[in-house]
């Protein structure tokens, strides 16, 4: 096969700091390629320079065997280069449909006509998006969804995915790799970026490692085993599988302490029906559910992002009080904390320094949002928590949206729990987090729950829940509809409680 594009010895400079280095990559013409590597190995910037964001400091870029040079995104694009970002560069206040045709829409437009073509469109895709929907009244998933559609609309020849399936239920992940093969078929050259190494190695024809801004690897995807890749990625064997508790039975669950939380009958329009359940201090809960089960709207409620319905919306008691949230500060002042599944949007100020942002959550827990900053305060308690969860950093004043997604996600944990919370409630805590990141965080989340927290994990990936969770919920429908312990559960039970 004919190569589409390749980088000639390329590296990448950011003030000095080399993020990819010595870079010899090609992507043929009809191929899935992987890239696969953790936070921070030069994965996305090296794509980046392919799709315009980036120029390269030296080396070359080839694409169609001519030099190129793209200085823009719409200059990649024009050339059949589309990319899409791990973070959704989707316009909120604009329907699905207007999304889905943006930049592309006829000089007389009939926005009915709009919403039946991109209704259609999706549908072909097995996409259940409603095309009439503003892009801010959907979920993450269905947002991610969006953005793989308008990928393939633009009938690129190479289309980079940089983590599309983070968000995706299991039967929403098969028919999105059913489309990579169908457009694999159709000639288009797809690269392809994942955590998730078991998919890369079913659905990819190369893979290509690489760590510390260097491609340590390139070879067939019959030719890896989980371990080879995972060797290649740290440079070492990885004798502690991030999952390798998922067995269930394997392990005994910690013992129950007080009644934290309970939850009775709670109710938020057509979301949330219903739903009861308790939490116990010095456990991990567990909460698995697919996309629409209303996992993630149950705990924006409990903790005050969300309001529950003013009438028949149920209780909630906490050390058997019960409480009402209106807004998230006060179910902080409570010691109630949720860390957001959405980090980009919700969970940092992505221009503010490490410290400034673990800084702020301290000052709304103690209501003192408008004194003067104490710059020797923030900065111990920066270090402090920069050693705790090991976030990888040359400077406290680094802006978080420099870090990796893994150190993101760190500083993200380190902003709630500086608060001092009695539950912490995580959504999705390693989304988008590489294999080494993600067993530093469910070691800590471990050690939080050892030391007495509540801690409440949500996550849509079931190898996640199964490791880490001492009971499980499953929710379906806006209801937690079944509880296991740890030592009862399987993945055949939690799958079947969740979709029937």
Do not use: C
């Not at 080399?18 to 936070?39: D, P, T, Y």
């Not at 392990?251 to 057509?270: A, I, P, W, Y």
């Not at 995580?426 to 050690?447: C, L, M, N, Q, Y």
Request: hydrophobic share 40%; no cysteine; glycine share 8%.
């Amino acid at each position: 096969m004919s190569e589409v594009f390749k980088i000639v010895n390329g590296a990448k400079d950011f003030h000095g700091v080399q993020a990819i280095k010595n870079v010899n990559f090609s992507l043929l013409k009809g191929e899935i390629h992987s890239l696969l590597g953790e936070n921070g190995a030069g994965k996305s910037t090296m794509t980046k320079v392919v799709a315009g964001v980036y120029q390269l400091s030296s080396g070359e870029l080839y694409f169609e065997s001519k030099k190129a040079t793209f200085n823009t995104p719409s200059e990649a694009l024009k050339n059949g280069i589309v990319m899409v970002f791990q973070e959704n560069s989707l316009v909120p206040n604009m329907t699905v449909s207007q999304n889905l045709y943006l930049g592309a829409e006829k000089y007389f437009n009939s926005l009915a006509r709009l919403n039946i073509r991109a209704s259609r469109f999706l549908q072909s895709l097995n996409f259940n998006v409603d095309p009439n929907l503003l892009v801010s009244q959907l979920g993450a998933a269905q947002k991610q969804m969006v953005e793989i559609a308008r990928a393939v609309h633009h009938n690129a020849k190479v289309i980079i995915f940089d983590e599309p399936t983070a968000t995706l239920t299991p039967e929403e992940k098969h028919h999105f790799f059913s489309l990579m093969q169908r457009l694999k078929v159709q000639g288009v050259s797809i690269v392809f970026i994942s955590h998730a190494l078991e998919e890369a190695l079913q659905n990819s024809d190369r893979i290509t490692v690489l760590r510390d801004g260097e491609i340590i690897v390139t070879d067939s995807a019959s030719k890896f085993t989980r371990e080879r890749i995972v060797k290649a990625m740290i440079g070492r064997d990885l004798s502690d599988s991030a999952y390798a508790a998922s067995g269930g039975s394997k392990r005994k669950s910690r013992d129950r302490g007080e009644k934290v939380l309970e939850v009775e009958n709670l109710s938020m329009g057509s979301m949330v029906k219903n739903s009861t359940f308790s939490a116990y201090s010095g456990q991990i809960t567990g909460v698995f559910g697919l996309v629409g089960s209303g996992r993630t709207e149950m705990m924006k409620v409990i903790s005050g992002v969300y309001k529950r319905n003013i009438f028949h919306g149920g209780n909630i008691l906490l050390n058997g009080k019960y409480v009402r949230y209106l807004v998230p500060r006060t179910a902080v002042n409570d010691g109630i904390i949720y860390v957001t599944e959405d980090r980009k949007s919700e969970g940092f100020f992505e221009n503010f320094g490490i410290s400034q942002n673990i800084q702020l959550g301290k000052m709304v827990a103690e209501d003192k949002l408008w004194n003067t900053v104490n710059l020797t305060e923030a900065k111990t308690l920066a270090e402090h928590w920069i050693k705790r969860l090991s976030i990888k950093t040359k400077d406290i004043n680094s802006p978080v949206v420099e870090l990796s997604g893994g150190n993101q996600q760190k500083v993200v944990i380190a902003k709630g729990l500086v608060q001092k919370p009695k539950v912490v409630i995580f959504d999705e805590p390693t989304r988008g987090v590489d294999v080494g990141a993600i067993k530093e965080i469910h070691d800590f989340i471990k050690s939080l729950a050892d030391e007495g927290i509540t801690v409440i994990v949500v996550s849509s990936y079931l190898p996640e829940v199964m490791s880490i969770s001492d009971r499980i919920l499953v929710a379906r429908l806006g209801q937690i509809v079944e509880e296991f312990e740890i030592e009862d559960a399987s993945e055949e039970k939690i799958i079947y409680a969740a979709v029937h």
